[in-house]
């Protein structure tokens, strides 16, 4: 089995960073997915990918896969890019973007 190891995202709903500290273990399909005849719905064989584990460190995570010896790759999330922001700052002379409203 092989595992992907990755911290959640920020929510696209909400402007909040809730639940986005949360580490997940998830495995990765292993097998090729085929459409069902009769549905025309996507799917397989392997019911591993359903299992999503949540961990409150990325340490914990990799603990759990090493114990039960889980191949797993961990991707890093990107840094956030907070760009401080004035209301004075649509009204500045010499703007370097159009004014929009």
């Known amino acids: 089995m092989r595992a992907r190891i990755y911290q959640t995202p920020k929510s696209a ?11 997940m273990l998830v495995y990765t399909a292993e097998q090729k997915r085929t459409p069902d005849a009769l549905m025309g719905w996507i799917g397989g064989a392997e019911t591993q990918t359903q299992v999503r584990l949540r961990f409150p460190t990325r340490d914990a995570a990799i603990a759990y ?11 890093t999330a990107h840094g ?3 760009r401080p922001k004035q209301y004075s700052d649509n009204f500045r002379f010499g ?3 159009n004014w929009t409203h």
């Open 13 to 23: 709903m909400q402007s909040g960073r809730a639940r986005s500290h949360v580490w």
């Open 65 to 75: 896969a090493d114990a039960n010896g889980i191949d797993y790759e961990i991707e």
């Open 80 to 82: 956030r890019k907070v």
């Open 95 to 97: 703007r370097i973007y």
